[in-house]
Each structure stands twice: as C-alpha cells, then as structure tokens.
C-alpha cells in the first residue's frame, strides 16, 4: 500500500500557491484493509476514507468509464491493481494530474509540470468531454490563475464547447453551478470565470442574462475594489433590470442575500443621484435597503455602489451621504412625539415626516 499527496495541493506546491487541502491516493489497498487501519469511510459513490487523526480525505485509486449523462454518470472501478497512473489519467487537468510522495518526489506522467511552466490549462485527455463539471472548473481555475499568467489551452476550450454543444450542460445540478459560480466570484479575477463560460458557449446556456448584458464588464471594474462574492454578484448583474437580476439568482438558487442585493443595485443604483437631491426620494431609498432595521442589505449596495464606480470622488461622495442620511433618520425616535397626543398610523406619519426633514437637511 503506497500514499500519494495528488491534485491541487501538488499543483499549488509546485506554484508556491497558498493552499490549504490536501487530497490523498491510496494505492494497491481495499476498504477493508482501510477500515481495519482506522480510516471510516465516507464515500458513497466511491471508495473515500477519512483518516484517523487529521480527518483529510484519502481515496483509493480508481478508474472510471462513462455510463450515463451528467458528472454522476460514471461507473467506477477500485482495487488494488489500479496504478497511480491510471488513477491520474481521469483527472481534469494535466496540473491537477500529479502526485507527490512522502519524500516529495513528484509522479507527472501527461506533463503537468511543463504546462505549469508554460502557464496552461490543458485537459490530460479526450476523456475530458465526459464530465460536463469540467467546463466549470475549468473557467474558476482560469480565473484562480490570470494573475500569474495562465490561459486555458485552444483545443481544451474547443472540448469545453463540444460539452456544451452535445447538450451536457443541463445534466448538471442548479446547486453544483452555484458552488462553483461562488467560488468563482472570490477568486482574484472572477470576471475571466464568465469570460471562459462565454467563450465556450456555457454562459450563455447557464446565465444568459449575463451573456446578454455588460455584467463581464461590470464585474472587471468592480472586482478589484471589493473581496466579497455578494457585492461581485450584484455587480454582475447591476446593468440587468431588477425583475431580470431576480429572475437570474433565483434560477440558480442563488442564497438569498445574493439574489436580494442583487435586485436592490439594479432597482436603485439608477435613481440614487436623482434620490440624493431629495429628502423623500433618498428615504425611499433608504426604506427599500431596510436601512434603518438592519446593515444588509445596506452595506452591500454601498460596497457595490463604490466599487462599481472604482471608488471614484463621486461615488464615495455618494455613498457617504447615503450613510450619513442614514444616521440622521435614525435620530428620530417615538419618544420625540410623546407631547404630541399622536399613535398609531399618525404616528408612523409623524416619524417619517421627520425622517425626511432630518435627511433633506443632510443633502443639500
């Protein structure tokens, strides 16, 4: 029995990238013999243990053979007598198709290490079109690795197309598309991850509204003045109308503080210069960010707000008075009526006429 350090952490080792998992092979044993070593298995769909102190996931060695559409439809084979070779070569990316042993000395058999080299994400084989899974992955690692130089290989791009052109795309689960858009969107360029998607044909299958618009764009001049997926989602969508920007981040059963902050910075991001000549108009804004209840989704439109404006004199303007009307509607309290015999609706009017007058003294 022989242990392998495989994947991702031998890539990013290799890159003096930071990791933090670490993925194991165990080859030449059985569950059994894993079981009786202390491992408790996890996998379902194949052979995966967890190890009895550090609780990373070991897997021992398959192969796999296309048996039915989607990434699940795999049958897999483990046992002894698969090698590490055989194990790699079913892997996605010749960079993710390495091992490394306890000693450090690294197994590459499809040339992992020469296209870290040359900075180039290449598929190990045509294996690669029977995992639809793949063009996502694909598009986030390309956005991972644009900074140190990396592009995705032609013809690996021309398979991508080929998976969404045989129709692969719709076998994917709602949720594993959001898993890997999320992931995407807190890489350091989440806009190259929409930008491979569209150029393989997969965003405008899976989020043909962004196909459709300038969110590519938006989210190139946005990401680098914000690290939150939230206000990168928002800023995707921004230029959508907000019944289009909804309907986008329900489709792909986007949590609900994407979806809501999503809709507010395409409802309110047009209105809020003409709203911050108006103490009505920029409490209405305040009242459709539920502002003065709660930070969220206040905080995100603001981050957006700035960051889609690349935190330029007029949008921090903007936002700073947006948060100081904020603060002076909140001054008023009931306890500021208490003289004046009002209750009830006469009440909330009171308030808010109040709150009004307060925000328009900010704003002008």
Request: aromatic share 6%; hydrophobic share 45%.
């Amino acid at each position: 029995m022989k242990t392998y350090r495989v994947g991702g952490a031998v890539r990013d080792t290799l890159l003096g990238y930071p990791h933090q998992e670490i993925d194991w092979v165990v080859v030449g044993s059985t569950p059994e013999q894993m079981t009786a070593a202390g491992y408790t298995q996890v996998g379902r769909d194949f052979p995966v243990f967890l190890h009895p102190d550090t609780k990373e996931e070991y897997a021992l060695a398959r192969t796999e053979r296309k048996s039915g559409p989607g990434y699940h439809g795999f049958t897999v084979h483990a046992d002894p007598s698969v090698t590490l070779e055989e194990d790699l070569e079913r892997r996605d990316l010749t960079i993710n198709a390495m091992a490394m042993d306890g000693d450090g000395v690294v197994t590459d058999p499809y040339g992992g290490q020469a296209d870290l080299d040359a900075k180039i994400l290449r598929h190990v084989s045509t294996h690669f079109v029977e995992d639809p899974l793949r063009v996502l992955r694909v598009a986030r690692f390309a956005a991972r690795y644009h900074h140190l130089g990396f592009i995705v290989a032609e013809k690996t791009l021309r398979l991508m197309a080929e998976i969404v052109a045989a129709g692969e795309l719709p076998h994917l689960s709602t949720e594993r598309v959001w898993v890997e858009t999320e992931k995407a969107l807190s890489e350091k360029n989440p806009e190259i991850y929409c930008q491979v998607l569209f150029d393989c044909g997969a965003l405008q299958a899976l989020m043909p509204e962004v196909a459709a618009s300038n969110g590519i764009s938006a989210l190139t001049r946005a990401a680098p003045h914000t690290p939150l997926a939230v206000c990168r989602w928002a800023a995707l969508l921004a230029d959508l109308p907000e019944a289009r920007a909804r309907r986008a981040s329900e489709r792909l059963k986007a949590p609900s503080d994407f979806t809501l902050l999503a809709a507010r910075v395409a409802q309110l991001r047009p209105q809020l210069k003409a709203a911050l000549k108006s103490g009505e108009d920029c409490m209405a804004v305040l009242k459709a960010l539920d502002a003065l209840r709660r930070e969220e989704p206040f905080g995100g439109f603001c981050g957006t707000l700035a960051a889609l404006e690349q935190n330029s004199a007029d949008a921090v303007g903007a936002v700073s008075t947006l948060r100081a009307a904020r603060e002076a509607a909140k001054t008023v309290k009931a306890a500021d009526f208490t003289d004046q015999d009002v209750a009830g609706p006469a009440l909330g009017a009171a308030i808010e006429a109040e709150q009004i007058k307060r925000v328009g003294e900010i704003i002008k």
